[in-house]
């Protein structure tokens, strides 16, 4: 499903008795998200990116602007009208509820549009197939499921379930059957009676719609007498809810704790649930505000990558709000940056990394950090301090500037021409990583702590002051007072 949102606004009234102006959290929010797509809304704290979501979620009222999805205006919907999934950082399952419970819960008396179909004939059809398939294999699943010397109905279901992907009520008839208790030869003269059972019941129900004027298409749905399918709006039945609960843990992968509380889960696990409560309905959008956040280190990275695949494996269109940039960058297809409401940029992550527009973005996105100097533009000449670091004919305006250079830009290795070692810094630490080395140092006209660099490990440093040179890849130049980049030439 595609989202446009057009000239979005959000402005909280203030209080003029109390002195508190208005904050305009959204300003005037422009974007295209593809079907299919997984954006990243990324930006710092108070930024607008969960006031993003809430208006896209129809939990927050847009002052100004408008949001569609595909060509359905969903501007004034209230959020159960526009088919969305939400995820929060805090799962906020029910506590006493089990986690199958916990996952249903979405479809308790949701009502949808369907076909009108002969489900009996099709419900037989699906044992039938199984039966005629892998009679040995389901008999061995329902003996597999001995527990302490019975074999539980409910132990010999779920493995069914499990195994075959069928709903509760089939796995418990198919149990029903006794087929575990009989030896091969009076095994198959039971299936074969069970069968030809089918057939008869098939055959009488459609003799008996045939009366009443009702045809049936291959499908086995309803045809009325122009031969068009019959639609109705009802409850989902007992059968359709579990398959749609099982097919979901599956997904996400919770098949295994489904009878579990939430208490008995870990805390990805948990959230797993919540995405499944959030999948459940088959959502036309997925929208997911800091869902990782409150997940140690390790999980964070695991569940991210989950988020990933069930968002590739499902194709439903996701944002995902985030203030951790590497997060961003590693699950997202675009990122748009945010800062105070409004848009700085949009792109795929590693084309905001290699080219960010504003000073903002080159600083917020990537670790180490971007390194920013102060540096000046003189005749045509680019200076950080009394250093000229480069020519370029863009560098028309003598004028401050900043100036960014990431990590990865600096070389000093003996490849390295002498002349194009232009840039002296005082190193204050080394430290080898493996195939990397980093250096700590330090220049009068930076802007931060320390400077990050990383190098190739086999490069000879020494602690003092070193002379570098810089790949024009890896700096940018920003103007001195709009913050914006100067595009070199
Ligand atoms: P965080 O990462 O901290 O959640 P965010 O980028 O999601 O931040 P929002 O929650 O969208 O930011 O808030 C954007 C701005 O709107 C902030 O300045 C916030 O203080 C303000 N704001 C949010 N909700 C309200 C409200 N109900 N009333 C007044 N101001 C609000």
Same mark, same amino acid.
């Given at each position: 499903?595609?989202?446009?949102?057009?000239?979005?606004?959000?402005?909280?009234?203030?209080?003029?008795?109390?002195?508190?102006?208005?904050?305009?959290?959204?300003?005037?929010?422009?974007?295209?998200?593809?079907?299919g797509e997984l954006l990243g809304l990324l930006g710092p704290s108070g930024c607008g990116k969960s006031t993003t979501l809430y208006m896209i979620a129809g939990l927050k009222k847009p002052t100004e602007g408008e949001?569609?999805?595909?060509? $359905?205006?969903? %501007?004034?919907?209230?959020?159960?009208?526009? #088919? &969305?999934? =939400?995820?929060?950082?805090?799962?906020a399952l029910y506590p006493h509820m089990t986690i199958y419970d916990n996952v249903k819960f979405p479809l308790t008396n949701l009502r949808a549009k369907t076909t009108k179909k002969a489900t009996g004939i099709?419900?037989?059809?699906?044992?039938?197939?199984?039966?005629?398939?892998?009679?040995?294999?389901?008999?061995?699943?329902?003996?597999?499921?001995?527990?302490?010397?019975?074999?539980?109905?409910?132990?010999?279901?779920?493995?069914?379930?499990?195994?075959?992907?069928?709903?509760?009520?089939?796995?418990?008839?198919?149990?029903?059957?006794g087929l575990h208790l009989l030896d091969e030869g009076a095994r198959e003269a039971k299936v074969n009676e069970i069968l030809k059972g089918f057939?008869?019941? $098939?055959?009488? %129900?459609?003799?008996?719609?045939?009366?009443? #004027? &009702?045809? =049936?298409?291959?499908?086995?749905?309803?045809?009325?007498?122009?031969?068009?399918?019959i639609e109705v709006v009802r409850r989902l039945t007992n059968d359709?809810?579990?398959?749609?609960?099982?097919?979901?843990?599956?997904?996400?992968?919770?098949?295994?704790?489904?009878?579990?509380?939430?208490?008995?889960?870990?805390?990805?696990?948990?959230?797993?649930?919540?995405?499944a409560r959030a999948l459940v309905k088959k959502p036309r959008v997925l929208l997911l505000d800091e869902p990782l956040s409150n997940l140690d280190a390790r999980l964070r990275l695991q569940t991210r990558e989950e988020i990933r695949r069930i968002q590739k494996e499902t194709g439903i269109t996701t944002v995902f709000v985030t203030h951790d940039q590497e997060e961003a960058m590693s699950i997202s297809d675009r990122i748009v940056v945010m800062k105070l409401g409004v848009k700085m940029q949009e792109d795929a992550p590693q084309n905001v990394y290699n080219d960010p527009h504003s000073l903002f973005v080159a600083k917020f996105l990537g670790t180490p950090p971007i390194n920013v100097f102060n540096g000046e533009i003189k005749d045509g000449a680019l200076y950080i301090g009394k250093e000229k670091i480069m020519t370029n004919p863009a560098f028309v305006q003598n004028k401050k500037v900043y100036v960014g250079i990431r990590p990865e830009g600096f070389l000093a290795d003996e490849h390295t021409k002498e002349e194009d070692k232009v840039f002296s810094l005082k190193v204050k630490q080394i430290v080898t990583m493996g195939r990397d080395m980093s250096l700590v140092a330090d220049h009068d006209k930076l802007l931060g702590?320390?400077?990050?660099?990383?190098?190739d490990s086999d490069i000879k440093a020494t602690i003092g002051v070193m002379k570098f040179a810089i790949?024009?890849?890896?700096?940018?130049?920003?103007?001195?007072?709009?913050?914006?980049?100067?595009?070199?030439?």
């Open positions: 499903m595609e989202i446009t949102i057009k000239n979005l606004t959000k402005v909280f009234p203030g209080n003029p008795k109390k002195n508190i102006p208005d904050t305009t959290a959204v300003d005037n929010f422009n974007l295209d998200i593809k079907d949001i569609w999805f595909g060509d $359905e205006d969903v %501007t004034n919907l209230p959020p159960e009208k526009r #088919g &969305i999934g =939400l995820v929060f950082q805090n799962y099709l419900y037989n059809r699906k044992i039938k197939a199984l039966l005629t398939k892998d009679l040995e294999g389901i008999v061995g699943e329902i003996l597999a499921s001995e527990y302490s010397g019975k074999i539980s109905k409910q132990a010999a279901a779920r493995r069914l379930v499990f195994k075959y992907h069928i709903v509760t009520s089939m796995a418990k008839k198919i149990y029903g059957y057939e008869e019941a $098939e055959k009488a %129900t459609i003799a008996k719609l045939n009366a009443k #004027g &009702i045809k =049936l298409n291959e499908a086995f749905e309803y045809l009325d007498e122009d031969g068009d399918t359709e809810i579990d398959e749609l609960v099982q097919e979901t843990s599956r997904l996400v992968q919770i098949q295994d704790y489904l009878t579990r509380k939430p208490s008995e889960l870990s805390g990805g696990q948990q959230q797993r649930v919540a995405i702590d320390e400077i990050k660099i990383i190098v790949r024009p890849n890896k700096l940018f130049v920003f103007d001195g007072e709009t913050e914006e980049r100067i595009y070199l030439e």
